[in-house]
């Protein structure tokens, strides 16, 4: 039962931050506020804009542990509007972990509504809510379907390859702007998630799983260059 | 006003705070295939078997196990099982043939353990093919035991091993006979029962292999009879037409299991329950 409140306090959380005591209006610049690029919007560091980058350049860095993704996981990510990251990872688990060395190549895409400013300074930054989901690619399993080994259909379900969604929050802090003017943030963000195999397994089971029985967590830093 | 912008990351980041301290090291999985998870869900046969010998049965009493198999994926009906279980008088433990988990994932088979160690009596179990899977091994080592193991109770030795042949690509090697002649010509004991996942009659089961095992269980005088799962449903019968029994267990979705009692040389008795 604590269990299920937590999950649900977890998933509130994300509305409970932005239901203040005049809704989400409150969160435009109060009536003292000169400036007007404030509020809503992201990018509480005002820089002038810089030039544009090549698209193909990531826009950070991501490190985190945890989420099915690896022990470490590391890599780099584009961002659009900065409200939609996409997040490529390569991530390791030792063998006394899981058995075998595995390499987890994954590519996360998080949406977030919302970016709020916090505190007086405009440093610090919350994105309460993220959205989004993932795909993995585990390689070094070690009972991984040699040819002829099972006949077609033997087994329904993929052993290397998972999707599944994920819900979490970023709390940012805005570095000094970079030599070329561009503003960079660095970043903390927790990711609650799960998979597909987990989710089949809660579905087909409402009173035999809890809802928390099938989440990971990850933790994780992500850095703009 | 502000004073709310000001908390507000602790109220935003309070509860996952929270998560972490309660379950951070079982919810920060590393893959699927990581088989970490608390004390308690690891080692679980050594464990149920230091249970199960705090009872210990005196000799020429009889023997009474309930027979199930195949939990995969049937957590709801594990609830239930466990719930009946507990009602039945003078069961010393549970079995289970094989196929806890599904997927070969760890936590499939912490989940199944959940529910089975609310149990008023110790169970055992065998790895099946679908425990196999990916890692599952490593999994099912590390969580349960030794995929081939052997313990005795009263006048009883149950041989538990690995027939998932399929799962080897058919390599030859499973089950491992060796082992399985090594104790099976051990005489310390009445008689002995051995339990699998995989029956010797099913197309799983190395066909290479199939000789061996059938003919070690028919020379093997003790031998009360042979127990499987994989199959999802119950059957009796002489497979083989060479006088062994084989038995095989409901799956967990089937909602009945057996109560299998034992006395004298070789008689038994199975009761089915539906729950």
């Known amino acids: 039962m604590v269990q299920r409140l937590l999950l649900a306090a977890l998933a509130a959380a994300p509305l409970a931050a932005l239901a203040g005591p005049n809704g989400p209006a409150t969160l435009l610049p109060d009536t003292t506020g000169t400036t007007p690029t404030t509020g809503l919007n992201p990018a509480p560091a005002q820089a002038a804009p810089a030039d544009p980058l090549p698209w193909y350049r990531p826009r950070h860095l991501v490190a985190q542990t945890g989420g099915g993704l690896g022990m470490v996981a590391a890599g780099a990510g584009y961002s659009l509007k900065d409200r939609l990251d996409l997040d490529i990872l390569i991530g390791y688990v030792p063998r006394k972990y899981a058995g075998s060395r595995l390499s987890i190549y994954s590519a996360k895409l998080l949406y977030s509504p919302w970016t709020l400013p916090l505190g007086k300074t405009q440093k610090w930054a919350l994105r309460p809510l993220m959205v989004g989901g993932y795909f993995s690619y585990t390689h070094g399993t070690l009972n991984d379907e040699e040819p002829n080994q099972y006949y077609r259909g033997y087994y329904w379900f993929s052993t290397d390859t998972r999707v599944g969604p994920l819900l979490g929050s970023r709390l940012s802090y805005a570095l000094p702007p970079t030599a070329k003017g561009r503003s960079r943030n660095v970043s903390a963000y927790y990711e609650l998630g799960s998979n597909d195999l987990y989710l089949i397994s809660y579905v087909q089971n409402l009173k035999g799983l809890s809802p928390i029985d099938i989440l990971t967590l990850s933790l994780g830093l992500k850095l703009d260059i | ?275």
Not at chain 2, 111 to 130: A, F
Not at chain 2, 238 to 244: A, L
């Open chain 2, 1 to 275: 006003m502000r004073s709310f912008f000001r908390t507000l990351p602790s109220r935003a980041l309070l509860p996952a705070a929270a998560a972490l301290l309660l379950g951070s090291c079982e919810m920060l999985e590393f893959s699927p295939n990581d088989h970490r998870g608390p004390d308690r869900q690891q080692d679980l046969t050594a464990k149920n078997l230091a249970r199960l010998n705090q009872n210990p049965l005196p000799a020429g009493d009889t023997l009474r196990f309930v027979f199930t198999g195949d939990s995969q994926r049937f957590y709801d009906e594990a609830e239930d099982l466990v719930k009946s279980v507990n009602q039945q008088a003078d069961v010393q433990f549970l079995i289970i043939a094989g196929d806890i988990s599904d997927f070969g994932f760890g936590r499939e088979m912490r989940w199944v353990d959940d529910h089975l160690r609310k149990l008023k009596i110790p169970y055992v179990t065998v790895i099946g093919n679908h425990d196999s899977v990916g890692n599952g091994r490593k999994a099912y080592e590390a969580i349960f035991g030794p995929l081939n193991y052997s313990f005795a109770y009263g006048d009883t030795k149950f041989i538990m091993t690995d027939t998932n042949g399929r799962e080897y690509n058919f390599d030859g090697k499973i089950p491992n006979m060796p082992w399985v002649n090594q104790e099976l010509r051990d005489t310390s004991t009445r008689r002995h029962v051995i339990i699998s996942h995989v029956p010797p009659q099913d197309e799983d089961f190395d066909p290479a292999v199939r000789d061996a095992y059938v003919t070690a269980l028919r020379n093997d005088p003790r031998l009360a009879f042979e127990m499987n799962g994989h199959r999802h449903d119950f059957s009796i019968g002489e497979p083989f037409n060479d006088g062994v029994t084989y038995i095989n267990s409901y799956g967990f979705e089937k909602r009945q299991y057996l109560i299998v009692t034992v006395w004298g040389d070789k008689q038994f008795r199975l009761k089915k329950v539906q729950f």
